[in-house]
Structures are given as structure tokens and as C-alpha cells.
């Protein structure tokens, strides 16, 4: 069984860049067929889809973070990157890398995400932006 574990910084300035590293241990992030999302959930507000990986490397963005949002692999070392710019307060979430095997068109559209479809979660990352 294929397990998440997320990491980052903690603590980000406003109008800096974010970065987040997804290692995943026992299974392959080429394995098809497999995508494998970043979703945040701020205090107070849904899961928000950030964007997707798909094994073969293909990308995928929620639009209103699409300008600033990067996910990038390395499959040496099987981890799967968010890089997050121009960052403020509005950012400040815990953030979850998840593992799918189908992507829900209204959360490629930007709309909510559907649990149902993700197996496994990471515990999640923290971030907190500070103005």
C-alpha cells in the first residue's frame, strides 16, 4: 500500500514563492494509472483542488491558481512538487498531496473535490503566509 507524506516550510512571507515536496513510498508515481493531486483546505472553507500530476506526467491547474501554480516530478527520487508564487495570506492552508485514479471534470473545472474519488491522502503540510 502506497503511502503520502507531505513537507514544506511551515512558515512563508507574503509575495514569496511556496514550495512543497510530496514523497511517496511504497508504489511508483509512474504506476498508470494514477493522477496525484495537491488540495488545500483553509480554516473555515472546503477542499480546494489545486492542480494534478498524471503518471505520465501530464498537468493539470485549477484555474484561479493556474498562473502560480507548478507541480513537477522527480521520479528518482519518487516525489511529486507544488511550487506555489506570489503567495499571501489567502494561502495559508494545510496542504494534502492525493492519489487518484479518475479526476472529476467539475474539479478540473475548479469546483469542489469529490473525497470519494481519492485512496490515499497524506497526513497534510501546514503552511501559514504572514502579511
Known amino acids: 500500500q502506497a503511502q503520502l507524506q507531505e513537507s514544506g516550510p511551515g512558515l512563508v512571507k507574503a509575495s514569496e514563492s511556496l514550495s512543497l515536496t510530496c514523497t511517496v513510498s511504497?508504489?511508483?508515481?509512474?504506476?498508470?494509472?494514477?493522477?496525484w493531486s495537491w488540495i488545500r483546505q483553509s480554516p473555515g472553507k472546503e477542499l480546494e483542488w489545486i492542480g494534478v500530476?498524471?503518471?505520465?506526467?501530464?498537468?493539470v491547474y485549477n484555474p484561479s491558481l493556474k498562473s502560480r501554480a507548478a507541480i513537477s516530478r522527480d521520479t528518482s527520487k519518487n516525489q511529486i512538487t507544488l511550487r506555489l508564487t506570489a503567495v499571501s495570506p489567502e494561502d495559508t492552508a494545510q496542504y494534502y498531496c492525493?492519489?487518484?485514479?479518475?479526476?472529476?471534470?467539475?474539479?478540473?473545472?475548479?469546483?469542489?473535490?469529490?473525497?470519494?474519488?481519492?485512496?490515499?491522502w497524506g497526513q497534510g503540510t501546514q503552511v501559514t503566509v504572514s502579511s
Open positions: 492525493a492519489r487518484s485514479k479518475t479526476i472529476a471534470a467539475q474539479t478540473l473545472m475548479g469546483g469542489t473535490v469529490d473525497q470519494r474519488e481519492y485512496d490515499i
Open positions: 500530476i498524471h503518471n505520465s506526467g501530464g498537468t
Open positions: 511504497g508504489g511508483s508515481i509512474t504506476t498508470s494509472p494514477y493522477y
